[in-house]
């Protein structure tokens, strides 16, 4: 059977994450990349999971970011004045999603299909750890490093996508949702690295309907 990929998205709570684990089996195991806290613990009660069906991976936002965020807060100077420092240093993106990558090519080359919650983290994750790459090179190599602002976190969003497709795996993206911007009314899109939805086989979108998960086809596959 082929490889397929899944983009699953919609607002918090309407059983994107259920969806993604449910048919996970010791012999069909997921590997399950929690970037966004709460996820997995949220679905397992609804989840009638055996032991070692799903392999959970825990990727929090570094502490030291939220350590270097607070010398960004703006202080009080001599005369009263407010005075913002604005010398924000990134530090622990790339120890992260080096993580990220790492743990997942271990899961795929174990025969456990990725699920990533969320894209909309990952991409984050990705985008920072390059402009932490950036802030700490050297003039020299800084230049050359802002050179890739396009091509390497496209290089590497993709590559993350397409290493389980190789091994013959499943890959499953979970996303928020995002406005289409000035659409009147509103109208949803996977808030996500802008070529995902495009690339993958299948997405629904999910929703709450008369108090019941809903999930609606944007883009099926050859079975619909």
């Known amino acids: 059977v082929m490889a397929r990929t899944y983009l699953l998205w919609g607002p918090a709570g309407t059983g994107k994450t259920t969806f993604a684990l449910e048919d996970a089996t010791v012999e069909q195991p997921a590997w399950y990349a929690e970037m966004e806290p709460g996820g997995f613990r949220r679905a397992a009660p609804r989840l009638k999971l055996a032991e070692d069906a799903v392999n959970v991976g825990n990727y929090p936002t570094p502490m030291q970011e939220l350590e270097t965020l607070l010398a960004g807060i703006p202080t009080v100077g001599d005369k009263g004045n407010l005075r913002a420092d604005l010398s924000y240093?990134?530090?622990?993106?790339?120890?992260?999603?080096?993580?990220?990558?790492?743990?997942?090519?271990?899961?795929?080359?174990?025969?456990?299909?990725?699920?990533?919650?969320?894209?909309?983290?990952?991409?984050?994750?990705?985008?920072?750890?390059?402009?932490?790459?950036?802030?700490?090179?050297?003039?020299?190599?800084?230049?050359?490093?802002?050179?890739l602002k396009f091509t390497w976190p496209n290089k590497i969003m993709l590559q993350s996508h397409e290493?389980?497709?190789?091994?013959?795996?499943?890959?499953?993206?979970?996303?928020?949702?995002?406005?289409?911007?000035?659409?009147?009314?509103?109208?949803?899109?996977?808030?996500?690295?802008?070529?995902?939805?495009?690339?993958?086989?299948?997405?629904?979108?999910?929703?709450?309907?008369?108090?019941?998960?809903?999930?609606?086809?944007v883009k099926g596959a050859e079975a619909g």
């Not at 997942?104 to 990533?116: F, H, N, S, T």
């Not at 911007?181 to 495009?198: H, I, Q, R």
């Open 89 to 147: 240093q990134l530090d622990g993106w790339v120890e992260l999603l080096n993580n990220v990558v790492r743990d997942m090519m271990a899961a795929v080359k174990a025969g456990q299909r990725p699920v990533y919650d969320t894209a909309t983290r990952y991409w984050y994750i990705i985008r920072q750890a390059y402009e932490e790459m950036v802030q700490k090179g050297t003039s020299a190599q800084s230049e050359k490093i802002a050179q």
């Open 163 to 217: 290493f389980p497709l190789a091994y013959g795996l499943d890959v499953v993206w979970i996303a928020h949702q995002d406005s289409v911007f000035g659409s009147e009314p509103p109208v949803y899109k996977a808030d996500t690295w802008k070529e995902l939805p495009n690339m993958v086989d299948v997405s629904l979108q999910f929703r709450i309907a008369s108090g019941v998960p809903t999930a609606r086809i």
